[in-house]
């Protein structure tokens, strides 16, 4: 739910996700998602999104993990589903890519993605009622 993804990202410092119309957009887009949650007291700790053209291009977006459930493989688990999801589903000869920070490089690298080359452009657009 947008509840559950803004105390998900909020737990992790990504106050980007703060507006309720901006997260139900993101949660519209994925063509598959992995959810993790913790059954004894039925808490969402982690999720991550996967965007798609349905032809060619697949994007992994905002793999998070609550912090009190970071270092215990769920993003490992998460990541294996999504990868098998890919496998069976995914179109033929496509292209996955993600943007992490350098550091969860070798986290990525286990599940065979390899550093590449990009460009990116962030939009901030200015506030029209200022």
Partial sequence: TVKEYQH????????????DDVVTKILAAPVFAVIAEDTAINKTVGCVLLLSDNASFYYIKDLVVHPDYQNKHVG???????????EKNGAKNALVALITRENLAPFY???????????VKYIQQKDANK
């Fill in 8 to 19: 998900l990202t909020s737990s992790v410092g990504w106050s980007m996700y703060s507006n």
């Fill in 76 to 86: 490992t688990a998460m990541m294996k589903e999504l990868t098998e999801w890919l």
């Fill in 109 to 119: 690298q286990q599940f065979d993605f390899g550093p590449s080359f990009s460009m």
